[in-house]
Every structure is written in C-alpha cells, then in structure tokens.
C-alpha cells in the first residue's frame, strides 16, 4: 500500500485532505452492548477465477446501481423472495494499463474527455490544441444518471433501456494535458482558462444501442454541456439574502455556473441532482482580505471564510482570477475591493457549496441551487424509498477530514402522482425548496440522532464562535451551524445510498490521516464510528504516520424505517482493509485481523478508500468505487459487488490500542457480517492512476455505465512533451480516440455489458419475465 506523493498528486488530493473543522465537538469512546445476531444475506454463487480486459470500441473480457429508472426514479423492481446469485469470477488486483472486468462481459468506451457533442465541433485531436469546450465532454467524468427515451428519441420514457440520456458531472481537470505545452504559470493566458473552465460543469449526452452495442448520438438534440458560467437560479430559503448578492446578481436570486460537480442523485420526478464538492479551492482571497472585511464591519464572514477553506492569501488552483480584466475571470476573486457586496465578488463563494438540480430533457428549464438542503462539500444525494403521505428524505455527506453526515427532510408529502408530473423542475421546487435539514450523531449505544439545523435551536441561536442572522444564515454556513449542535466528525463522508429494498441508508467514509489515537490541533481522536489508526507503507518501504487508511462503509438503519425519524441505529458495513498485512507492520497476522482488516476481506474482495456508492435497483447489487492512493502498489482502483445484509447482522468487536505513555484504550465498534465469497466479490479494475466513479444502469439492468476518471493524472509540465513519461496512455492505447499506444490519457465512461445478454452481475434467471 502506498500513499501519493507526487507534488502535482498532492496538490489534486489537497482538497479531500481540507480540514477546517477546529471545533470541539466530542468523539464517543467505547460501546458495551451487544448488536442482533446475524442474519444471512442472500447467496451469491462462487464462479472460478477469470477477467476480460476492457478495449475501445468493443472490449473483450480476459481474466454505482444508480441508474436505472422504474415507474419512480429510485423504487425498486429487484424480485422479491428470489435468491439472486452472482454470475461472475472475482477479477484479480492489477496494475495494468487497462480495464479488467470478468470473463464473460465486455466493456466499451462510449464518451471520453473532448468528444464533440454537435457536427459542427471537430473531432478530439488530444494533442492539446483542442478548442471548443462548451460543446464537447469535459474532463474528470464522475456521477451520472440515465434516464430513458422512446425509440423515436423524441420523449422520455422511464423504462428506455436502447436509448437515453446520460446526465454526467465532469468533476475537475488535468490541466497539463488541455495544453499543447502544459499550463502556463500566472498570469494565465486567457486561452488556457477558458479551455479549463468550460472542462468543468455537466454534461447531458445521448446514448443508444444499435445491435447490441452503445454509442453516443454526437449531434443529438438533447446535448449540451452545463458550466460554471451558465446562469442558474438560487432556490429556497438563501434566495435573496444579503449573504448571495454580488455584482452578477444584486438582487441575490441569480448565480453563475456549477463546479467541482463530484456525486449524483436521481429524484423521485426524473431529474438530475449535482453535488458541488471542492469549490472552494478555485478562489482567491488577498492577504489582507481579513482586515479588508473586519474594517467593514463583516468580521463574521472571516469566520465563515475560514470554516469553508479559504484562508486569506490562499492561493486559487488555476490562477483564473489572473487570466484578465473581464468578469468572467474577475468572478474568481473573492477579496473585498468595492464599496458595497453588488459591487464586488466578496460573496461568490456563498453561491457555491450546493445540490444543484437539472432536468436533462428540458434545456429550457433554468438550473436550480437547492439552497435548503446546506452548503458544504457535496457528494451525492440519494432519496430515501418515497412512500405515499410521508415526506421525502434526501441524504448527503461533506467530504472533508471530520466532516458531517446530513439529511434534508420535505414539508411537503410525497403525492405518487408526481412520479410523472407536468413540469419536472417546478416539481423540485415544491420538495426540495422547503424543509428541514439535519446532521447525525453517532451514540456509543449503536444509536444515533438527526439534529435539526434551525436558528430556532438554542445552540445554534447563541453559538460563540459565529452570530448566526437567520435561517438563510444557518443553510450557508451549515458546518459551523453543524458544530454549534455537536455532530459526530466522521472520516470523509463521500457517497450515500440507499438500499432498494430495506430502505437503509448507506455512506463510504473514504479515509482520514488526521484520525489519531492521540490527536493534537485540528486531528480527530478515535470513536466507534471512526475506530481504526494504523500505519501503512509502500513497496515495503517504511511505515507512514498512522490514520485511518483505507476507510469503510457505515450504514444507518431509521427508526421505524421512516425517513423523517430523528433517531437512528447504525454499524459499519465494511472496513477497507488489505487481506494481508505488509510484511514489515508492526502488526503480526492476528493483530493485523483484530486492527485492521476487521471485516476478514480476502484478496478477491480487499479494498481501499471506498467511495462511488449506488444500488442496483433491478438487482439490488450493492456497487462500490474506490479513489484510493493507499494500495495502488498493489493494484489499481477498482469496483467490487455485495449483497449486504441489514444493521445489526454483525456484532461489536474491540481495538485496543497503546498510547505513547503506554496507558491502554479500548474502543468498540460495530461490524456487520463478515462477507463471504458469496457475498462480496472484486468486478472490475480500472488503468493506472485513475479513480472509478459513477455509475449508472439502463432500467432492464443489462448495461451498466462506469466511469474512468483522470488516468494518469500524475504528469509534470516538465514532461507534457515526452509521452513515456505518461503513467497511462488509456483510453487511446485501447483503440478509442487520437494517439494510440501513446495517446494522452482521458478520463471517459465505458459501458458494460454480458455477452450473453442478461442482467449485470446476477444469475439472469429471476429476471426472465
């Protein structure tokens, strides 16, 4: 296992490792009772070993669900009181410069970074002379939905599995290879940044089978590129408020563009939801912008500036703010220049940090910022089972080292009627402009609360640390609304999902290096939800600082299974772990077991830093992503499916760990059951130096749509020029694009299929009728 040290790598991973929680919310130590016994998940088949290495166009074999559609975006048509079983042999761990997926399935690139999205826009020459980014993919492909088409393509249809729209966020860049020569250093050249912004955003694409095989449809009508300078609306309770306005927008309603899109959420009317993630990196604050704001009379908005990241003098990712005196770049300055907040970007910063909602088949639709459901580093946002009368649930994760779990609840009750309404949009704004939000804590007794966000709250009313105004105040500023009432710091929550079936609630904790058995400044201590700090070395080279390495997966079940509760039981579904421990850790095997690998993984299951998350909602896989620089000596990121259980079907075990004083702790956890080769199973293995994220299914569940995100991405401006110094030549080296077996990598989406047809990842035979 191996951690990322390449400065440029260190640099992309900066905005994961953002830590600005300094508050002191306490962590729980130990928990004594005993879980429900086990329970058995459904079998799984065990299938004998074999992979398929994916190619371009059609990727022969060799060795997240999130995105079908029922009659309700996100109910499930998974059999009832059927047996499913795996189909598939594990596929091995691997480094190859390729796409392993099992014997028996292909995988097809089907939409990588720079393909055109009309006639009229050329053809991706990847050399980085390419222009025209607003009608072509942009780069980093990470969540996506589907969402279906009659066969004329003309209209939505919700069960169109030969013919849809793929709704994709493109995360964030690898700049060095936009560019002919690599970037240029501040000032940025006009150029360049307009290339780069325009890479960031969403896209909306058209895909369709013909003979068994997907594409993409380059001129189709519904294509078009979102980005972070298409105008969007601000929606619910922070619309207007002083906190938004600028000089795009004086009046606080209006907002310009998306970025850092990371997770996806598909809404129970059929529309597509956006998590803004790490946006707040791409600004720039001057060093004296502190005093700038004290002298004003806004020392608060020091305090909120701080919280979220930017720090004054910090420098931006891209240097845009310096590419020129337009407002296009100028909108990346965020320092106090002008007399009044509509004279200046002071308050840009507040307009990002939110779910944003787009209707693929309507581009007439204004986007939409979900203001009531908080501002912080999004990831996905995934409904809790709609059921008739009762409001809806939306839950979410801010992905930053001791950061919050949260859910947004809705006034109104869910009407079935509104699975296919009149205007799609406008239905959003009825369920998701008005509610409450809340963060989890996490008891030592498996138990937890959902605490309401509200200025009405004591805690939050008179919190010390930041004078909250009113509940628009509490929405932008919900972290520190979040540490006024004492939420539990978890370790990075990423994706959230929700089990088709049982309704509970699923969330990857990717890793943390700042979780420590004896934390000092902003480090987190150990707690039952967080138990584990351990070291970690590469190639078998020393061990590094300790901290949770390669993260797990928690889940919370509601209390009566109702998405409005307020309380919660929870365990952790899987800890990621390497099956065997390095030969030089201070662990023995058993240790290792006890510590470490608590979940007992095998090499045809081990993982690390888990992150994409969805469920299968015509199988009711349970798929796992990782983005992991944690075991990449070993392998490349990866894809695995499991058939889990429920909360409680595990048990509790005890880590005791020895302070430097050599006083002991003991602190318990909660583990589900152990998996087996018939419950958890390795799929697919992406090329070197990549990310596997998103995913999405055709609602017939026989084609699954995967992306590759930033192969290679650990490249200097020192060796643009010199393709052998590339890590990663994929997608090109496959045979999809310009450049072949030296091509530049390009983040993109493949689709898999069976090659005999059936359902993803399960023997096919429930699903025949």
Same mark, same amino acid.
């Given at each position: 296992?191996?951690?990322?040290?390449?400065?440029?790598?260190?640099?992309?991973?900066?905005?994961?490792?953002?830590?600005?929680?300094?508050?002191?919310?306490?962590?729980?130590?130990?928990?004594?009772?005993?879980?429900?016994?086990?329970?058995?998940?459904?079998?799984?088949?065990?299938?004998?070993?074999?992979?398929?290495?994916?190619?371009?166009?059609?990727?022969?074999?060799?060795?997240?669900?999130?995105?079908?559609?029922?009659?309700?975006?996100?109910?499930?048509?998974?059999?009832?009181?059927?047996?499913?079983?795996?189909?598939?042999?594990?596929?091995?761990?691997?480094?190859?410069?390729?796409?392993?997926?099992?014997?028996?399935?292909?995988?097809?690139?089907?939409?990588?970074?720079?393909?055109?999205?009309?006639?009229?826009?050329?053809?991706?020459?990847?050399?980085?002379?390419?222009?025209?980014?607003?009608?072509?993919?942009?780069?980093?492909?990470?969540?996506?939905?589907?969402?279906?088409?009659?066969?004329?393509?003309?209209?939505?249809?919700?069960?169109?599995?030969?013919?849809?729209?793929?709704?994709?966020?493109?995360?964030?860049?690898?700049?060095?290879?936009?560019?002919?020569?690599?970037?240029?250093?501040?000032?940025?050249?006009?150029?360049?940044?307009?290339?780069?912004?325009?890479?960031?955003?969403?896209?909306?694409?058209?895909?369709?089978?013909?003979?068994?095989?997907?594409?993409?449809?380059?001129?189709?009508?519904?294509?078009?590129?979102?980005?972070?300078?298409?105008?969007?609306?601000?929606?619910?309770?922070?619309?207007?408020?002083?906190?938004?306005?600028?000089?795009?927008?004086?009046?606080?309603?209006?907002?310009?563009?998306?970025?850092?899109?990371?997770?996806?959420?598909?809404?129970?009317?059929?529309?597509?939801?956006?998590?803004?993630?790490?946006?707040?990196?791409?600004?720039?604050?001057?060093?004296?912008?502190? /005093?700038?704001?004290?002298?004003?009379?806004?020392?608060?908005?020091?305090?909120?500036?701080?919280?979220?990241?930017?720090?004054?003098?910090?420098?931006?990712?891209?240097?845009?703010?310096?590419?020129?005196?337009?407002?296009?770049?100028?909108?990346?300055?965020?320092?106090?220049?002008?007399?009044?907040?509509?004279?200046?970007?002071?308050?840009?910063?507040?307009?990002?940090?939110?779910?944003?909602?787009?209707?693929?088949?309507?581009?007439?639709?204004?986007?939409?910022?979900?203001?009531?459901?908080?501002?912080?580093?999004?990831?996905?946002?995934?409904?809790?089972?709609?059921?008739?009368?009762?409001?809806?649930?939306?839950?979410?994760?801010?992905?930053?080292?001791?950061?919050?779990?949260?859910?947004?609840?809705?006034?109104?009750?869910?009407?079935?009627?509104?699975?296919?309404?009149?205007?799609?949009?406008?239905?959003?704004?009825?369920?998701?402009?008005?509610?409450?939000?809340?963060?989890?804590?996490?008891?030592?007794?498996?138990?937890?609360?959902?605490?309401?966000?509200?200025?009405?709250?004591?805690?939050?009313?008179?919190?010390? /640390?930041?004078?909250?105004?009113?509940?628009?105040?509490?929405?932008?500023?919900?972290?520190?609304?979040?540490?006024?009432?004492?939420?539990?710091?978890?370790?990075?929550?990423?994706?959230?999902?929700?089990?088709?079936?049982?309704?509970?609630?699923?969330?990857?904790?990717?890793?943390?290096?700042?979780?420590?058995?004896?934390?000092?400044?902003?480090?987190?201590?150990?707690?039952?939800?967080?138990?584990?700090?351990?070291?970690?070395?590469?190639?078998?080279?020393?061990?590094?600082?300790?901290?949770?390495?390669?993260?797990?997966?928690?889940?919370?079940?509601?209390?009566?299974?109702?998405?409005?509760?307020?309380?919660?039981?929870?365990?952790?579904?899987?800890?990621?772990?390497?099956?065997?421990?390095?030969?030089?850790?201070?662990?023995?095997?058993?240790?290792?077991?006890?510590?470490?690998?608590?979940?007992?993984?095998?090499?045809?299951?081990?993982?690390?830093?888990?992150?994409?998350?969805?469920?299968?909602?015509?199988?009711?896989?349970?798929?796992?992503?990782?983005?992991?620089?944690?075991?990449?000596?070993?392998?490349?990121?990866?894809?695995?499916?499991?058939?889990?259980?429920?909360?409680?079907?595990?048990?509790?075990?005890?880590?005791?760990?020895?302070?430097?004083?050599?006083?002991?702790?003991?602190? /318990?956890?909660?583990?589900?059951?152990?998996?087996?080769?018939?419950?958890?199973?390795?799929?697919?293995?992406?090329?070197?130096?990549?990310?596997?994220?998103?995913?999405?299914?055709?609602?017939?569940?026989?084609?699954?749509?995967?992306?590759?995100?930033?192969?290679?991405?650990?490249?200097?401006?020192?060796?643009?020029?010199?393709?052998?110094?590339?890590?990663?030549?994929?997608?090109?080296?496959?045979?999809?694009?310009?450049?072949?077996?030296?091509?530049?990598?390009?983040?993109? /989406?493949?689709?898999?299929?069976?090659?005999?047809?059936?359902?993803?990842?399960?023997?096919?035979?429930?699903?025949?009728?």
């Amino acid at each position: 296992m191996n951690a990322h040290t390449d400065p440029e790598r260190a640099a992309l991973a900066h905005a994961h490792d953002e830590d600005s929680n300094t508050s002191g919310n306490p962590s729980f130590n130990e928990i004594l009772d005993q879980r429900l016994s086990r329970r058995q998940a459904l079998r799984l088949s065990v299938g004998t070993a074999g992979a398929a290495v994916l190619g371009a166009v059609g990727l022969p074999a060799c060795g997240g669900g999130g995105g079908g559609a029922a009659a309700v975006p996100g109910a499930s048509v998974v059999p009832q009181g059927v047996a499913l079983s795996l189909n598939f042999p594990a596929v091995a761990k691997n480094v190859n410069d390729a796409v392993t997926v099992p014997t028996g399935y292909t995988a097809r690139v089907v939409y990588a970074l720079g393909d055109p999205l009309r006639d009229a826009t050329p053809a991706y020459a990847n050399d980085g002379t390419d222009t025209d980014f607003d009608n072509r993919a942009g780069d980093h492909h990470d969540g996506m939905e589907y969402f279906g088409l009659n066969a004329a393509g003309t209209a939505p249809d919700r069960s169109g599995s030969d013919r849809g729209l793929l709704a994709m966020n493109h995360e964030a860049i690898t700049d060095q290879f936009l560019h002919a020569a690599g970037t240029t250093a501040n000032p940025r050249p006009s150029g360049e940044a307009d290339k780069e912004i325009a890479a960031h955003g969403i896209s909306v694409v058209e895909v369709r089978r013909n003979a068994g095989v997907f594409g993409y449809v380059r001129n189709s009508a519904f294509n078009r590129r979102i980005t972070p300078l298409t105008p969007m609306q601000l929606n619910g309770p922070v619309r207007g408020n002083a906190l938004v306005r600028t000089l795009f927008s004086n009046d606080g309603t209006q907002c310009r563009g998306t970025i850092n899109n990371c997770g996806s959420g598909l809404t129970p009317w059929g529309t597509y939801l956006s998590g803004e993630e790490n946006w707040a990196g791409y600004f720039f604050r001057s060093g004296t912008d502190n /005093t700038a704001r004290t002298n004003a009379g806004d020392a608060r908005s020091v305090v909120s500036l701080n919280r979220y990241g930017r720090t004054q003098g910090a420098a931006s990712r891209h240097g845009w703010e310096t590419a020129g005196a337009a407002d296009a770049y100028a909108r990346w300055n965020i320092s106090l220049t002008g007399a009044s907040a509509t004279a200046d970007y002071r308050n840009e910063l507040n307009t990002f940090g939110w779910i944003v909602e787009v209707d693929p088949y309507d581009r007439n639709q204004a986007v939409r910022k979900r203001t009531a459901l908080g501002r912080f580093a999004h990831e996905s946002a995934a409904f809790g089972i709609p059921r008739a009368g009762r409001p809806l649930a939306v839950y979410m994760g801010d992905d930053s080292r001791g950061e919050y779990i949260y859910k947004f609840v809705s006034n109104e009750n869910w009407a079935a009627a509104d699975a296919n309404p009149a205007n799609r949009i406008t239905t959003g704004d009825k369920y998701l402009d008005v509610g409450k939000l809340y963060v989890a804590k996490f008891n030592n007794d498996g138990t937890g609360q959902w605490i309401e966000l509200t200025i009405a709250n004591a805690q939050i009313a008179g919190y010390a /640390t930041y004078a909250f105004a009113d509940q628009a105040d509490v929405l932008v500023n919900a972290r520190l609304a979040a540490d006024a009432v004492g939420a539990t710091k978890m370790d990075r929550p990423e994706w959230c999902a929700v089990h088709p079936v049982t309704g509970e609630i699923y969330y990857t904790l990717t890793n943390n290096s700042n979780r420590k058995l004896e934390p000092t400044g902003t480090q987190q201590g150990l707690d039952a939800a967080n138990p584990r700090a351990y070291t970690d070395g590469a190639n078998g080279g020393a061990q590094g600082a300790p901290g949770n390495i390669n993260g797990h997966i928690i889940r919370v079940r509601e209390n009566g299974d109702d998405g409005a509760a307020t309380a919660f039981t929870w365990d952790v579904y899987l800890f990621g772990a390497q099956a065997a421990r390095d030969a030089n850790s201070p662990l023995n095997d058993q240790q290792h077991l006890q510590m470490v690998n608590l979940s007992s993984l095998t090499n045809d299951q081990d993982f690390s830093s888990p992150d994409g998350l969805a469920f299968s909602r015509k199988s009711g896989l349970c798929w796992i992503q990782t983005d992991d620089g944690a075991y990449t000596d070993r392998t490349n990121c990866m894809m695995l499916a499991g058939i889990p259980g429920r909360v409680g079907d595990g048990g509790t075990r005890q880590l005791n760990y020895t302070r430097a004083d050599s006083s002991q702790v003991a602190v /318990t956890t909660r583990v589900g059951a152990t998996p087996t080769p018939a419950t958890l199973r390795r799929f697919l293995v992406g090329a070197v130096d990549c990310e596997i994220t998103g995913i999405a299914e055709t609602p017939d569940g026989r084609a699954l749509f995967v992306n590759i995100q930033h192969p290679g991405e650990t490249i200097t401006r020192a060796n643009i020029g010199n393709p052998a110094a590339y890590l990663s030549h994929w997608p090109g080296n496959a045979g999809y694009g310009a450049g072949g077996a030296a091509a530049r990598p390009r983040s993109a /989406t493949v689709v898999i299929t069976r090659d005999d047809g059936g359902v993803i990842g399960v023997d096919g035979s429930a699903f025949l009728s």
